[in-house]
């Protein structure tokens, strides 16, 4: 039997873990996305098309999986609402029976988005590289016990008397610190009853129904956004997200904290990717960027801006998979690589006048430079391999190097976008 698994970034994001989670929810009964937003795309690739998901768990394309929506996500009513539209235009069904969402998840408001806005438009060129998706305002309300829970909704008088006081302080903030506009209490109303009471129908105790599942033997997929490295404690503060990305936050964040999952596949890219502002000590520019850049068509799901590229870290990446505290790994976007003769690395940095293979503390990252080493390419097309042992000798070279530097185990090596171009290892191809 599958054990209870959190498929997680191991990088800055964009690896591809929705790719993963809709490879192998086959394997599981529950799919529960437990952190982040609408900040950050998964693209999956199915027989239904392609897809951008922002807020809905990868497995809503599975029948028989239910999906949820944990208490530590940020919930955008008007967000999710339009991608639930997506995906039915698509044939897929989304039902109160598929996807559930936690009565104890905060919503996300227009007004987060908003400050989100003004902030960024206040720090200028120290601005943080913000989607604007008013995540950042989100969890600061959160911390500071001025959000509403979903569950309120269902009490429409107390509701209202606590949505009126939050955005009486939320406005005395626009006002005071940004010069701007308030927020009219009209134009709320009118948001609560186009978006957010639209979803009441899939609102409940999600933390109950985890429960019950597991008595029930029922097996949990848990789904991250982005990487360790945009992780609030961990990653490169403070060019990071505002929640925490990493697997041991899992059970708290989906609401079922006494759970202990056995299972953690990171998620690597075979190269590096960035999207937004931050220190990316492997970024490639100019002509070798564009060439990978175009190759991977690294485009962000959520904003279309293109994504800073460069080679794989293995200084980055080691410190992701410890970080996440990986059993295993799914290796992404292998066939990216195929045009290259020769493919870089970065094995060390330098940093302060040394040489280390270790991540160093999030301000020292600005002055560190990349030392990279090269192992030989393998030019032929692997995109319809489907064995490892269809995969050139070059290629399963880089593959066990890769292994080998940051000690996990590489279970699956992507080589295509579609849920069946990848190859799946067992312990006799170590």
Not at 261 to 269: D, S
Not at 402 to 421: A, D, L, M, Q, T
Request: proline share 5%.
């Amino acid at each position: 039997m599958e054990k209870d698994c959190v498929i997680v970034g191991i990088d800055w994001g964009d690896e591809g873990k929705g790719r993963m989670v809709d490879l192998i929810t086959s394997d599981y009964d529950v799919v529960v996305r437990y952190q982040g937003g609408g900040n950050a795309g998964h693209t999956v690739i199915n027989a239904y098309g392609k897809f951008a998901l922002h807020l809905l768990p990868s497995g809503i394309f599975r029948k028989g999986v239910v999906n949820v929506l944990g208490n530590g996500v940020a919930l955008d009513p008007e967000n999710l609402l339009a991608e639930i539209e997506t995906v039915r235009a698509k044939g897929i069904e989304v039902t109160p029976e598929n996807l559930k969402i936690s009565d104890r998840a905060s919503i996300l408001f227009p007004w987060h988005r908003k400050q989100d806005e003004l902030e960024e438009a206040r720090l200028k060129d120290k601005k943080f590289g913000s989607t604007k998706q008013g995540i950042a305002p989100f969890y600061s309300d959160k911390y500071q016990k001025k959000t509403v829970m979903f569950g309120e909704l269902f009490r429409e008088e107390k509701a209202k008397a606590h949505i009126k006081d939050i955005l009486e302080w939320k406005n005395l903030l626009f006002t005071g610190m940004y010069g701007a506009e308030p927020y009219p209490s009209e134009e709320i109303d009118l948001w609560l009853e186009t978006y957010a009471k639209k979803l009441l129908p899939f609102v409940c105790d999600t933390g109950a129904f985890l429960k019950a599942a597991k008595k029930d033997g029922k097996r949990i997929l848990f789904e991250a956004q982005l990487g360790a490295l945009r992780d609030l404690d961990f990653g490169i503060y403070p060019y990071t997200t505002s929640s925490t990305t990493l697997a041991a936050y899992a059970p708290i964040g989906a609401g079922l904290p006494s759970l202990h999952p056995e299972r953690v596949i990171g998620v690597v890219k075979a190269y590096s990717t960035c999207v937004g502002e931050g220190p990316f000590v492997c970024e490639w520019f100019g002509e070798d960027a564009d060439k990978l850049r175009e190759a991977g068509g690294e485009y962000g799901a959520k904003t279309g801006r293109p994504r800073r590229v460069g080679p794989l870290d293995l200084v980055a990446t080691r410190y992701g998979v410890e970080e996440q505290g990986a059993t295993e790994i799914a290796l992404t976007k292998l066939d990216v690589l195929s045009y290259m003769d020769k493919i870089p690395v970065v094995t060390a940095y330098e940093a302060e006048g040394n040489v280390t293979k270790a991540f160093p503390f999030p301000s020292m990252l600005d002055e560190a430079r990349p030392v990279t080493e090269y192992v030989k390419g393998w030019k032929m097309d692997i995109s319809k391999a489907r064995k490892w042992s269809d995969l050139p000798k070059e290629a399963r070279d880089y593959v066990l190097y890769v292994e080998r530097e940051i000690g996990c185990f590489i279970k699956y090596v992507s080589v295509g976008p579609e849920r069946e171009s990848v190859v799946i290892r067992t312990e006799k191809d170590r």
